[in-house]
């Protein structure tokens, strides 16, 4: 069984830091996984935040990220990683991530809650 398990969120003030992890079981990220990190404010729709799709690979990042977020990936550890850098308000919402492969199907983490507020 596929289980995507986040942890990391937090309440922060503006301008902190946070870094987020996703551990998966049941699956192998280096097998051809494609992975990202999403995020829904409250009363918001689901927006993709960044995506990698191997290890040590480039990272894709929506603009209201850019230059604060780094994802990275392990898959040694079957590990992905959101490193989030001065934080803002705005950037309060549950993070999920999730990974997918072509023929294979789409698995979602749970989402832990980031909270930036002062």
């Known amino acids: 069984q596929v289980q995507l398990v986040e942890s990391g969120g937090g309440l922060v003030p503006p301008g902190e830091s946070l870094r987020l992890s996703c551990a998966a079981s049941?699956?192998?990220?280096?097998?051809?996984?494609?992975t990202y990190w999403y995020r829904q404010a409250p009363g918001k729709e689901g927006e993709w935040v960044a995506h990698?799709?191997?290890?040590?690979?480039?990272?894709y990042y929506t603009d209201s990220v850019k230059r604060r977020f780094t994802i990275s990936r392990d898959d040694t550890r079957n590990m992905i990683h959101l490193q989030m850098n001065n934080l803002k308000p705005e950037d309060t919402a549950v993070y999920y991530c999730?990974?997918?492969?072509?023929?294979?199907?789409?698995?979602w983490g749970q989402g832990t809650q980031v909270t930036v507020s002062s």
């Open positions: 999730r990974a997918d492969k072509l023929r294979e199907g789409t698995y």
């Open positions: 990698i799709r191997r290890a040590g690979g480039d990272g």
């Open positions: 049941g699956l192998a990220f280096s097998s051809g996984y494609t």
